[in-house]
């Protein structure tokens, strides 16, 4: 999660290049203008004019001049409006325009980083990941259903896999259509290879297009992060992974049981999940364990947590890798899930 120097550096390098596009795009705004309107030069030529002479007054101590300069100044500022306005220009045509109003294309705000500076370190890291090309593969455009069937059944609830594939299409569509809306979590849990990962990929895939902020970790990895968040030491440059993990739209963590457990996993967890819940930051987990497993590997308040705030959706069924092993021995060479 922590930017290196030459990360930094490219996204500041983005930063220089939008402040060089606005005032490139505003020189060509400004000769587009005074081609259709003269007029609007001539007033130009006379603010400037009337700066340099109020500025000759008062450094010879002429203390009356700044008011007088304000006055004159609002009165030519009102004329060159409404001549845009008479012309068809928005009154704003002739100042710089930001991609962020919020920081001017800086990235920062006095000395915090802008949020558009977060999302851009989110949107570097999930480039510059492997994640990338997974999405391409792995979303719901892809999904088949002929991998479900409807005579293997869930001993536990009765419903055939086909079914509980469904269902959970149906909540991960709802949570993408509403995520701006409603604040959800979900627990993808269940057999081996039945599309859990593969429903997390296509959430990430159409909330990423829809310009959220999404941070994917394997459960190992994240772990991983966070030990050497809490142990390790950090550049000048490093962007605090605390942040990111807590405040990106959607954390999706994969795998959940495949890292070793320890009180450092289990403590770490709790308040990752307990600080989303508060912040209303939504997250998704998936995991092979079974419900009590979960209970008893990272403790009661964590299951009650999850079992309290999270969208619990089971999936089963045959390993969707071996059957497609076994279609391709038979010659046949089908899609994702």
């Known amino acids: 999660m922590a930017l290196s120097n030459s990360q930094y550096d490219e996204l500041?390098?983005?930063?220089?290049?939008?402040?060089?596009?606005?005032?490139?795009?505003?020189?060509?705004?400004?000769?587009?203008?005074?081609?259709?309107?003269?007029?609007?030069?001539?007033?130009?030529?006379?603010?400037s004019s009337l700066s340099i002479e109020k500025a000759k007054r008062l450094i010879e101590g002429d203390d009356s001049a700044?008011?007088?300069?304000?006055?004159?100044?609002?009165?030519?500022?009102?004329?060159?409006?409404?001549?845009l306005k008479k012309n068809h220009f928005p009154e704003?045509?002739?100042?710089?325009?930001?991609?962020?109003?919020?920081?001017?294309?800086t990235g920062y705000q006095g000395r915090?980083?802008?949020?558009?500076?977060?999302?851009?370190?989110?949107?570097?890291?999930?480039?510059?990941?492997?994640?990338q090309g997974i999405l391409e593969q792995e979303n719901f455009s892809a999904c088949s259903l002929a991998y479900y069937s409807e005579n293997h059944i869930d001993p536990l609830t009765g419903r055939s896999s086909k079914e509980a594939m469904l269902t959970a299409l149906e909540a991960c569509h709802e949570f993408v259509d509403t995520f701006s809306e409603t604040f959800r979590n979900i627990l993808l849990y269940g057999d081996t290879g039945v599309g859990k990962t593969f429903l997390s990929h296509c959430i990430a895939k159409e909330l990423l297009s829809g310009s959220y902020s999404v941070i994917y970790f394997s459960?190992?990895?994240?772990?991983?992060?966070?030990?050497?968040?809490?142990?390790?030491?950090?550049?000048?440059?490093?962007?605090?992974?605390?942040?990111?993990?807590?405040?990106?739209?959607?954390?999706?963590?994969?795998?959940?049981?495949?890292?070793?457990?320890?009180?450092?996993?289990?403590s770490q967890l709790f308040t990752v999940l307990n600080e989303r819940i508060l912040r209303k930051k939504s997250t998704i987990i998936s995991t092979n364990l079974a419900l009590e497993?979960?209970?008893?590997?990272?403790?009661?308040?964590?299951f009650s947590r999850i079992s309290s705030s999270y969208t619990m959706l089971r999936l089963t069924g045959?390993?969707?890798r071996i059957q497609k092993k076994l279609l391709n021995l038979g010659g046949t060479n089908d899609a994702t899930p």
């Open 318 to 320: 045959d390993d969707i």
């Open 92 to 105: 704003d045509y002739l100042e710089l325009h930001y991609t962020c109003p919020d920081c001017r294309d």
């Open 293 to 302: 497993d979960i209970k008893s590997i990272y403790s009661e308040r964590i």
């Open 12 to 47: 500041m390098r983005t930063y220089e290049q939008r402040q060089s596009d606005n005032e490139y795009n505003l020189r060509l705004r400004y000769k587009e203008v005074y081609s259709c309107v003269p007029a609007l030069k001539e007033i130009d030529d006379t603010i």
């Open 112 to 131: 915090q980083k802008c949020h558009c500076f977060k999302k851009a370190v989110i949107d570097l890291l999930y480039t510059q990941s492997n994640l």
């Open 219 to 266: 459960a190992s990895r994240l772990f991983d992060i966070l030990a050497k968040e809490t142990f390790g030491k950090k550049s000048s440059v490093e962007d605090d992974t605390h942040t990111h993990i807590y405040d990106c739209d959607l954390l999706i963590i994969d795998d959940l049981g495949s890292e070793l457990p320890n009180t450092f996993t289990v």
């Open 66 to 83: 700044l008011s007088s300069f304000k006055t004159d100044i609002a009165e030519l500022v009102k004329k060159k409006n409404i001549l």
